[in-house]
C-alpha cells in the first residue's frame, strides 16, 4: 500500500489462507466443544488449506477473552495439540471483541522484525462454557470448608452458609459489563441508540437486513468456502452457521422486548448473537511465499486502534477509522466493500451518523470535515454479526477472512475491517488483495 500522508509506510503481510468452524448459538450445537478444541480445528484446517506442515509454523498467536481455566495459554495448548513442535512459541492475546484482530496485527509485527515467516494467527471462543462463578464472600466460606480437618469444624463453616451463597453469578454477564462505566455492552447500546435519535423500527429494519444478506449467502455456499467442518460426539458433521434466520421479518423482530431498558429499543433481535467458533489464517513474510504453490489470498497493508469513551464504545470505529484515514489518506471511496461487525443495530447506526456528521468531526476528531459517508451498498454485504453472531474472541480474525474471500469473488481489490471494542476502542485494517 502506498501512503498518501508523511507516515512510514506499512510493510504488507501476507494471508496464504485462512479457515474458520461454523458458528453455533451458545447453549446449542457446539456447546460441548471447548475453545481448545475449536481452535485446534481452525489451525489444522488452515494449514491444510495452504499445505503447510505444522512442523513449519514459526508461532502460534490466538485471541480469547474468556480465558478456560484450564488453559491459560489457550494459543499454546491449542499449538501442541494442533501437531505444532515444542519448540516453536505461541501466546494468547486479549484486546476484547478485537482480539481475532490483535492476533493478526501481532504476527505482522512478529513477521515485519524477522522473528517469523509462517505464522498462524486468530481466534477462538466458546461462549458456552464461560463458568458460573461465586460470590467473593461465598469462596471464603468455601475456603474454609476445605480447610475444616474435623466434623465438627466443618459443621461450623456450614452453618454460615446462606442461600445466597449458593446462588451462582454468571461470568457471562461479569465479561459483558464494563467495570470502569458499570454498563454492560447492551446499555451502551441504548445511549447511542438515544444519542442518534435511532428509533426500533430502524434497528429492527437493520436486523431483517442482515439476515436476508445473510441467509442469501448460506444459500448459495458462499460461507462453505470458509467453513472447516466439526464433528461433533454423536457423530453429527456440524457445517452451517446456525443463527441464520432465513425469512426473518420486521413483524416477529417487533414482538420482541427490550432486554437492557424496561422503554429500551435494543432487543435479542436487534442485537449479536452470542456464539461459540473459532477462526485461524496463515500469515507468511513476502520471502516466505515461496514455499506456496499459490498466490496469497491477500495482504494485510494497514492498520490503527483508537480508543474512545467506554460508555460509547461502539463508536470506536469512528474513532478507528478516522484514525486511519488520516494516516493513509485514503476515504470510502478507495474501499470497495467494508466489514463493520455488528455488535448492536443501534451500534452501527450511530457509526454511520458520526462518520457522517461535522460537528462529531469537531468536536471528537478535531478536524473541520467529517470521516465520510458509509457507503452502506458496500458494507458487510453477506450479513454480519446480527445473523452470523459473535465469538468476541474470534470475530476480528472472521471478519477479515470473510472480507478477502468476498473481494476475490467479486474480482475486488481493497477492503476496510473495522470493529467496536468492550471499554472503549476501536480497531480498522486495510486488507488488499492484489
Known amino acids: 500500500m502506498t501512503m498518501k500522508s508523511d507516515t512510514q509506510p506499512f510493510t504488507p503481510i501476507a494471508i496464504v489462507d485462512g479457515v474458520r468452524t461454523p458458528f453455533a448459538k451458545a447453549f446449542g450445537k457446539l456447546a460441548d466443544v471447548s475453545a481448545v478444541e475449536l481452535g485446534k480445528i481452525a489451525v489444522q484446517q488452515s494449514l491444510r488449506r495452504c499445505g503447510l506442515s505444522p512442523e513449519v509454523v514459526d508461532q502460534v498467536i490466538f485471541g480469547n477473552v474468556a480465558g478456560p481455566a484450564d488453559a491459560a495459554n489457550i494459543a499454546r495448548v491449542i499449538a501442541l495439540k494442533a501437531g505444532v513442535p515444542e519448540s516453536q512459541i505461541a501466546h494468547t492475546v486479549n484486546r476484547n471483541c478485537a482480539s481475532g484482530m490483535e492476533s493478526l ?26 463458568p458460573l462463578l461465586v460470590r467473593p ?23 454460615d452458609f446462606r442461600p445466597r451463597h ?3 453469578v454468571a461470568g457471562i454477564e461479569l465479561g459483558l459489563t464494563d467495570p470502569v462505566s458499570g454498563m454492560n455492552m447492551g446499555e451502551t447500546a441504548e445511549l447511542l441508540a438515544r444519542e442518534y435519535h435511532i428509533s426500533r423500527r430502524e434497528q429492527d429494519e437493520y436486523a431483517v437486513q442482515s439476515h436476508a444478506k445473510a441467509s442469501k449467502t448460506q444459500e448459495r455456499c458462499f ?7 466439526v464433528t461433533l460426539k ?3 458433521v456440524f457445517d452451517k452457521d446456525d443463527g441464520i434466520r432465513h425469512g426473518q421479518s420486521l413483524e416477529q423482530l417487533a414482538r420482541l422486548r427490550p432486554i437492557f431498558a424496561k422503554d429500551g429499543t435494543v432487543t435479542a433481535g436487534n442485537s449479536c448473537q452470542v456464539t461459540d467458533g473459532a477462526a485461524a489464517m496463515v500469515l507468511s513474510s513476502a520471502k516466505g511465499l515461496e514455499r506456496f504453490s499459490r498466490a496469497p489470498l491477500g495482504h494485510i497493508t494497514g492498520f490503527s486502534i483508537a480508543g474512545c469513551d467506554p460508555r460509547r464504545m461502539g463508536l470506536g470505529p469512528v474513532y478507528a477509522v478516522a484514525k486511519l484515514m488520516k494516516q493513509t489518506g485514503f476515504t470510502f ?3 470497495d466493500l467494508i466489514e463493520i461487525n455488528e455488535a448492536f443495530a443501534a ?8 462518520m457522517a456528521s461535522k460537528e462529531f468531526a469537531e468536536k471528537e476528531l478535531g478536524q473541520p470535515d467529517p470521516v465520510g459517508v458509509l457507503p452502506m451498498d458496500r458494507v458487510n454485504i453477506h450479513g454480519g454479526a446480527i445473523a452470523l453472531g459473535h465469538p468476541v474472541g474470534t470475530t476480528g480474525t472472521r471478519i477479515v477472512l470473510t472480507l478477502l474471500r468476498a473481494l ?7 477492503g476496510l475491517a473495522t470493529l467496536c471494542v468492550g471499554g472503549g476502542q476501536g480497531v480498522a485494517i486495510v486488507v488488499e488483495t492484489h
Open 105 to 130: 496485527l501481532a504476527a505482522c509485527t512478529a513477521i515485519t522484525h524477522g522473528d517469523a515467516t509462517a505464522i498462524v494467527a486468530g481466534g477462538t471462543e466458546s461462549m458456552s462454557q464461560i
Open 137 to 159: 464472600d461465598a469462596a471464603k466460606l468455601w475456603a474454609r470448608l476445605a480447610r475444616a480437618k474435623t466434623i465438627t469444624g466443618r459443621l461450623s463453616v456450614l452453618k
Open 166 to 168: 449458593f446462588k451462582p
Open 223 to 229: 460461507f462453505s468456502g470458509e467453513i472447516a467442518p
Open 234 to 236: 454423536n457423530g453429527e
Open 333 to 335: 471511496d478507495d474501499f
Open 347 to 354: 451500534q452501527v447506526i450511530a457509526c454511520e451518523r458520526a
Open 408 to 414: 476475490r469473488e467479486s474480482g475486488k481489490h481493497r
